[in-house]
Each structure stands twice: as C-alpha cells, then as structure tokens.
T-cell receptor, first 116, second 113 residues
C-alpha cells in the first residue's frame, strides 16, 4: 500500500514568512511523529500525536512551531516567522501503534525547507 | 532528557569485512533501541530493533547487542556488501517506541570494493 507522503518536497521561503508542511500517514496508523534533520545531524524529535490524546509537544524548539492533526489522519506542521536556523529536512513518521507493543515508525520522504 | 551518543561518525571497511557501530544512552529507563538505515536522498528505514528484555538479536547479516548495565548497544554487520553503504542511526525510547525517538548523530558507513 501507499507509504507516508509529505508535501511539498521542497520549500524555499524568506526569513520572517510562515510555512505549512503537510503529512499524510499510512492509512490506519494511529501514531504520527514529526522530526527535523539538519545537515549532517541526526533526527531531532519535535512532536507526537497518538489517537485523540493530547499531543506530546516536548520537542518543539520554540513557540513559533506548532502542529495539528485533523480527524486522526493528516497533520500540518506550521512554522511562523521562519528563521535561517529553521532550514532543515522535516520528516514525518507514522506507526500502527497498538496497546502493549508499539509498532515500527515508518518515515515519509521529508520536506526540505530552505529559509533565505 | 535522554541523550544518545553514536560512534564512529564515519566508518570505512573493505567489502566482505565486518562493521560495528556503537551507541550509548543516558536514561536507564530506556527500553527500546531501533536502528535505522538512510541511503543518500532517501527516507530512514528500520533495519533491526531490540527491547530491553533481551541482550542480542540477529537477522541474517545484521545483529544488535544490548548491555543495560553499561547503557550501550551496538550494531554488527557481517560480510559487508556495497549496498550496505549508507548512514546508520541508532535511537532510544523510554516508552517502548510509543513516543518520540531520541536519535544518535549517525554513522556514515562506506564499503570499499
């Protein structure tokens, strides 16, 4: 079946503008994650959604970052007043988490964000 | 919070030789340790994982070992092949993987022909 999809694949924006990044998880996956990957660095956890529970926002680097997940499926990551240090690849992952034994996290192709 | 250190940052081995990548973690409550492989320009993909109730797990040429006392875990690849060339990331979770993973900075594995 279809994997995790993200759009756009590339986004170039000017400093100070707002951007929205979209993630479509694998159908039926209840858990959704956002990570950020800067050049030559590992993946940095940003936020996690599980079903209808309140999201775990502990990884968001500042209040300029927010995310929502509508209808338990599609998620949007919003970065307000972008800064050059926000330039990175933003990866979304989903997981068929079930109680007792969480599943593998399946990653999307990422959105490469460049802030000029 | 959790901190994961990964070494080496770059590893070059001859085709057919073995490769070992090591990670340490700081939070003794961590109980799930996956390894992801990321080829150039592609998305990370899980290659193997281990939970804290076992000390070793093997899948064909890939194995992972876990030492909970020392808080370190390692990835072992035997009989390396050109297609093993990629960046490998270790990660840790305190909730069995049901939360955001804490990743190491990655190891660029180069297989020399």
């Amino acid at each position: 079946g279809a994997g995790v999809s993200q759009s756009p694949s590339n986004k170039v924006t000017e400093k100070g503008k707002d951007v929205e990044l979209r993630c479509d998880p694998i159908s039926g996956h209840t858990a959704l994650y956002w990570y950020r990957q800067s050049l030559g660095q590992g993946l940095e956890f940003l936020i996690y959604f599980q079903g209808n529970s309140a999201p775990d926002k502990s990884g968001l680097p500042s209040d300029r970052f927010s995310a929502e997940r509508t209808g338990g499926s599609v998620s949007t990551l919003t970065i307000q007043r972008t800064q050059q240090e926000d330039s990175a690849v933003y990866l979304c992952a989903s997981s068929p988490r079930t109680s007792g034994r969480p599943g593998e996290q399946f990653f999307g192709p990422g959105t490469r964000l460049t802030v000029l | 919070g959790e901190n994961v250190e990964q070494h080496p940052s770059t590893l070059s081995v001859q085709e057919g030789d073995s490769a070992v990548i090591k990670c340490t973690y700081s939070d003794s409550a961590s109980n799930y340790f996956p390894w992801y492989k990321q080829e150039l320009g592609k998305r990370p993909q899980l290659i193997i994982d281990i939970r804290s109730n076992v000390g070793e797990k093997k899948d064909q040429r890939i194995a992972v070992t876990l030492n909970k006392t020392a808080k370190h875990f390692s990835l072992h690849i035997t009989e390396t092949q050109p297609e093993d060339s990629a960046v490998y990331f270790c990660a840790a979770s305190t909730r069995g993987g049901a939360d955001g993973l804490t990743f190491g900075k990655g190891t660029h594995l180069i297989i020399q022909p």
